[in-house]
């Protein structure tokens, strides 16, 4: 399995962007998936997860209601849409991969993780 994240980018406070995550590998739809953020200096935090068929999600308090989780099973993709940013978000962003229903938050349950996408909101 591999993973790589890509839409990352430098947007203002207020803007927003969309992260897109691809999976390469067998059984997508085996895999529940996940977004993190590692800040400088910070440990790895979760911020959302969608179930392997995506009838449940789970968010960090910090972006309910602004942030997005979505995935395309017919494409073995996986989004995380980002609205209302603010300066607090700017982050290094991850997807991973869980073999299992989900969603979770616990990072240790993902196996898988791809590289990291730059996020930087600017106040």
């Known amino acids: 399995v591999q993973l790589q994240a890509s839409g990352g980018g430098l947007v203002q406070a207020g803007g927003s962007l969309k992260l897109t995550c691809q999976f390469s590998g067998r059984a997508f739809r085996g895999y529940s998936m996940g977004w993190f953020r590692q800040a400088p200096g910070k440990e790895r935090d979760f911020v959302a997860a969608?179930?392997?068929?995506?009838?449940?999600?789970d968010y960090t308090d910090s972006v309910k209601g602004r942030f997005t989780i979505s995935r395309d099973n017919t494409k073995n993709m996986v989004y995380l849409q980002m609205s209302s940013l603010k300066p607090e978000d700017t982050a290094v962003y991850y997807c991973a991969a869980n073999w299992g229903l989900g969603p979770t938050a616990l990072r240790d349950e993902y196996r898988y993780r791809g590289q990291g996408t730059q996020v930087t909101v600017s106040s």
């Open positions: 969608i179930s392997l068929s995506a009838d449940a999600t």
